[in-house]
């Protein structure tokens, strides 16, 4: 079956990981994220050899992860002398015979060095694309000899649709559009005029030329000249010769935007 309805009774199990995994994907990117939700995935070391990682969710290239409360896993000891960074990182698994499906939090060990230490190596293709194996990237975990530092995370929470649109709103203190029908001065100038929202002039204001009511009309085209807190000047152009100015016959619609 090339077309599937996902979301509709079909009279028998029908919806697999594959499809739902590819539907989240599509709604919050097809990469690796915490949900703001629970503890949104905060960690400790409740001692030198165990890393406590608090309840949230995460998706990993479409797939949904559930942490209902504080899951741990054993960091081993640092060595004298020497440097390592682990990563903590949930771990995806599926068993390519049965199908079974499987995730669960895995700390792995870095190379130790008397210089500067690197992350180790983790999975990272994409569950999307078929793979067996797939790792999301938690937290580093820096051992300077047996001394454990400071826990640096590696993921992104995604900010809830609620938050993005706030903080889009906030961005726009007012939008006023409006019709100019009329002539220009004999400069070519046009004037609108608006109420600003904060006493300042607006971010922008865009202009869109016409309909016409006239031939002799057409082929104009409308800039915004300068604008201030309470109106704005739109000056003409002969787009045939390339002159200002002038009473022609003129119609556009505007839109002054504050941000």
Not at 16 to 43: H, N
Not at 55 to 60: E, I, P, T, Y
Not at 85 to 113: F, H, M, W
Not at 214 to 232: I, L, P, T
Request: hydrophobic content about 40%.
């Amino acid at each position: 079956m090339t077309v599937e309805l996902i979301t509709g009774f079909a009279g028998t199990p029908h919806i697999s990981s594959d499809e739902i995994g590819a539907f989240q994907a599509g709604l919050v990117g097809p990469g690796d994220y915490a949900l703001a939700t629970g503890d949104s995935l905060k960690a400790t070391m409740s001692n030198a050899n165990t890393i406590a990682v608090q309840s949230g969710d995460a998706v990993l290239n479409g797939r949904h992860v559930h942490l209902a409360g504080t899951t741990t896993a054993t960091v081993q000891s640092g060595t004298q002398g020497q440097k390592r960074n682990d990563i903590a990182v949930l771990r995806y698994s599926k068993n390519t015979t049965t199908g079974v499906e499987t995730c669960q939090l895995v700390v792995i060990k870095g190379t130790p060095t008397t210089g500067t230490p690197a992350d180790p190596a983790h999975n990272t293709g994409s569950i999307l694309s078929g793979v067996a194996t797939h790792d999301m990237p938690l937290y580093r975990i820096p051992l300077n000899g047996i001394t454990v530092g400071t826990l640096v995370p590696l993921f992104n929470v995604l900010k809830p649709m609620k938050d993005v649109w706030d903080s889009l709103t906030h961005l726009l203190l007012k939008i006023v559009p409006g019709f100019y029908v009329g002539s220009s001065n004999d400069n070519g100038v046009c004037v609108i005029n608006y109420d600003s929202p904060n006493g300042k002039p607006p971010s922008a204001v865009l202009v869109s030329i016409g309909p016409w009511g006239s031939d002799s009309a057409k082929g104009m085209s409308a800039m915004v000249w300068e604008a201030a807190s309470d109106h704005a000047q739109v000056r003409l152009m002969n787009t045939r010769t390339g002159d200002f100015g002038g009473k022609w016959p003129t119609q556009f619609s505007w839109v002054a935007i504050w941000s």
